[in-house]
């Protein structure tokens, strides 16, 4: 009887979970630093009523100020019924951005939500929150992330659940006019439970490089372990803004393709 192989179809799974729900979870850091960058654009915008319209068309982009006081804001980025954006991605639904102070002051805090938030079919749930940490030692600005009571369900009712601590430290781009020249490194870890109800956890163990311009992390590595079973390595190359990673398990390597929508949905 031959052994099982080292990169048997659960390893492979896991590898393809976490992928689908790091492509979803950026994607939604994308939106809201996006719409917060609009929002310190537009300054003092905000009229007596509290309120602006930063955008008209899918999806409407709203601030509205529920105090006298400058701070906090409100940020609704409304995506209604669907509407197929940026990589022909399709979102529906509302995501709510609650912004206590300029995108760059220290300290400053971006705290999201949804209301009933579907990206590609798949709802999307949990709190995210960014906080601005100031500048580190390379004199780069640096945000902590952290994501709890992550949740992606999908169209037949089967969910991935996922939490995190991340920091991102911006290397590129941002004082920069042009969004599509930032780029960050991602470091920390995350836990989660992947479609088949296995637990693991994750480390970035090579940071991550993340380029706006790019679908998908572009280089770094992440090890995935869970109980009873070798480390499961996640290569996402070295920098090259593809759909490829490598995952690693033992002495046996696949290539596998990023995507925005899970395997079982066929797509």
Same mark, same amino acid.
Request: with cysteine.
């Given at each position: 009887?031959?052994?099982?192989?080292? @990169? =048997?179809?659960?390893?492979?799974?896991?590898?393809?979970?976490?992928?689908? +729900?790091?492509?979803?979870?950026?994607?939604?850091?994308?939106?809201?630093?996006?719409?917060?960058?609009?929002?310190?654009?537009?300054?003092? #915008?905000?009229? %007596?009523?509290?309120?602006?319209? !930063?955008?008209? +068309?899918?999806?409407?982009?709203?601030?509205?100020?529920?105090?006298?006081?400058?701070?906090?804001?409100?940020?609704?980025?409304?995506?209604?019924?669907? $509407?197929?954006?940026?990589?022909?991605?399709?979102?529906?639904?509302?995501?709510?951005?609650?912004?206590? #102070?300029?995108?760059?002051?220290?300290? +400053?805090?971006?705290?999201?939500?949804?209301?009933?938030?579907?990206?590609?079919?798949?709802?999307?749930?949990?709190?995210?929150?960014?906080?601005?940490?100031?500048?580190?030692?390379?004199?780069?600005?640096?945000?902590?992330?952290?994501?709890?009571?992550?949740? !992606?369900?999908?169209?037949? #009712?089967?969910?991935?659940?996922?939490?995190?601590?991340?920091?991102?430290?911006?290397?590129?781009? @941002?004082?920069?006019?042009?969004?599509?020249?930032?780029? $960050?490194?991602?470091?920390?870890?995350?836990?989660?439970?992947?479609?088949?109800?296995?637990?693991?956890?994750?480390?970035?163990?090579?940071?991550?490089?993340?380029?706006?311009? $790019?679908?998908?992390?572009?280089?770094?590595?992440?090890?995935? =372990?869970?109980?009873?079973? @070798?480390?499961?390595?996640?290569?996402?190359?070295?920098?090259? $803004?593809?759909?490829?990673?490598?995952?690693?398990?033992?002495?046996? %390597?696949?290539?596998? @393709?990023?995507?925005?929508?899970?395997?079982?949905?066929?797509?």
């Amino acid at each position: 009887m031959k052994d099982e192989p080292l @990169l =048997e179809q659960t390893a492979v799974d896991l590898a393809d979970d976490e992928a689908v +729900s790091d492509a979803v979870f950026e994607d939604v850091f994308n939106t809201a630093d996006n719409a917060t960058i609009i929002l310190d654009q537009i300054g003092k #915008g905000l009229d %007596s009523k509290g309120e602006v319209v !930063l955008a008209d +068309s899918c999806p409407l982009v709203t601030a509205t100020r529920p105090t006298a006081n400058p701070w906090p804001k409100i940020v609704t980025v409304n995506y209604g019924t669907g $509407c197929t954006g940026l990589n022909n991605n399709v979102r529906k639904g509302k995501i709510l951005i609650i912004v206590t #102070g300029p995108r760059l002051e220290t300290g +400053s805090k971006r705290t999201v939500t949804f209301e009933d938030y579907y990206f590609n079919d798949i709802k999307v749930e949990g709190t995210k929150v960014f906080e601005n940490m100031g500048y580190n030692n390379n004199q780069n600005l640096v945000f902590s992330a952290t994501l709890t009571g992550g949740k !992606l369900t999908l169209p037949n #009712g089967k969910f991935i659940e996922r939490a995190f601590a991340h920091q991102r430290e911006w290397t590129a781009g @941002l004082l920069t006019r042009n969004i599509w020249d930032d780029e $960050c490194l991602i470091t920390g870890s995350a836990t989660g439970k992947n479609i088949n109800g296995v637990t693991y956890t994750n480390t970035i163990v090579t940071a991550l490089n993340w380029k706006r311009v $790019c679908q998908f992390i572009v280089s770094g590595v992440v090890k995935l =372990e869970r109980d009873g079973a @070798l480390p499961v390595e996640m290569n996402y190359g070295t920098g090259d $803004c593809d759909a490829k990673a490598v995952v690693t398990r033992g002495g046996e %390597s696949k290539e596998i @393709l990023l995507k925005h929508k899970h395997r079982v949905m066929g797509l």
